[in-house]
């Protein structure tokens, strides 16, 4: 499985750390945010709103370099607004990889 | 070219924020998280280019443009790569940048912006400023008075809402005019906008320090994205 990465960050600054710290800590405070969020969607079957938060959250997943999960993210994110959850679990799972990275980054 | 961002993704601002600063074709003068504040400001302002979001709770980037009158150039970011059609339904959209954006992704959508505005200026005389042009004075509207300043004698032009204060060496004059009017009729190499509500005559400067010039009597601040070019005016030693 493929790890969270700061390639892209970091291809972006051009060397600028302040930009790079910036862009952690948006992470760091919103993605916590939202996947409490998505899930409490998810458990009232709020199709829609889960939907909208995993469009959120999937622009941190390729910011963060995650090729393969940003895929996952967009058909995930077809299948809520289809009221299907196939993905749920490969997509919570990124969720949990990039949790983990933040908090050590 | 002056631009601004609408997205509600404080990430994204943060992207083309970046993108922007590394880019010396644009000058960001403000980044809006919601389409209402935009189209406030938009209302008010004269942009060049916006860089929008289409996906954006209650009022999507293409509502934004329904609502606009003379939209300025646009590039839109987006997730979604279905959008792409709808956006060629709109004269105003010169591209289309799918995120995760590349610099080099951001940098081809913006020169296509220029050459799009270039184009445009060269088919509407009345909006060309000619480069090689003799003129050196401008003609402001002051009482029913058209009064000549020469460009020479002008410090500091301010923004103050609906208007602008020409400060120059002997007087003051306020004009009902924008900061980018008075900027298209003044000439590139003498004048550069160094913060969105300060245009000022490089020769005029006193002294640098940090994040402000001084002119005169007066300090003009200058923004993080014009300091560059500012800097590389300067016969510096």
Known sequence: MEKPNLLYIKE?????????????????????????????????ENFVNA???????????????????????????????????NLQSKFEEILSAMIIFIKNA | MNCIIIDDESMARAIIEQMCFN??????????????????????????????????????????????????????????????????????????????????RFDKAVQKAVSFT??????????????????TELYVNIDRRLVKINFETINIVEARGDYILIRTEDKNYTVHSTLKKIFDKLPNDLFLKVHRSYIINTKKIIDIEDNSVLIDSNVVPVSRSNRPELMRRLNLL
Do not use: W
């Open chain 1, 12 to 44: 972006l600054s051009g060397g600028d750390s302040i930009f790079e710290n910036k862009m952690l800590e948006i992470v760091k405070q919103e993605l916590p945010e939202e996947i409490k969020n998505y899930k409490n969607f998810l458990k009232k």
């Open chain 1, 51 to 85: 939907a909208d938060l995993v469009h959120k959250i999937k622009h941190k997943i390729s910011v963060l370099g995650l090729k393969d999960g940003y895929q996952v993210a967009i058909d995930y994110e077809e299948e809520l607004r289809q009221k299907k959850m």
């Open chain 2, 23 to 104: 880019n010396k074709n644009v000058n960001l003068i403000e980044s809006f998280s919601n389409a209402m504040e935009a189209i406030k400001y938009l209302n008010q302002n004269e942009i060049d280019l916006i860089f929008l979001d289409i996906h954006m709770p209650g009022f999507t980037g293409f509502d934004l443009l329904q609502t606009i009158k003379n939209p300025p150039k646009v590039i839109l970011s987006t997730s979604d790569s279905s959008m792409a059609i709808e956006a060629f339904e709109y004269s105003c959209i010169v591209d289309y940048l799918l995120k995760p954006v590349t610099q080099q």
């Open chain 2, 118 to 135: 270039k184009k445009e200026k060269q088919t509407t005389p009345t909006q060309v400023k000619d480069e090689g042009e003799s003129i």
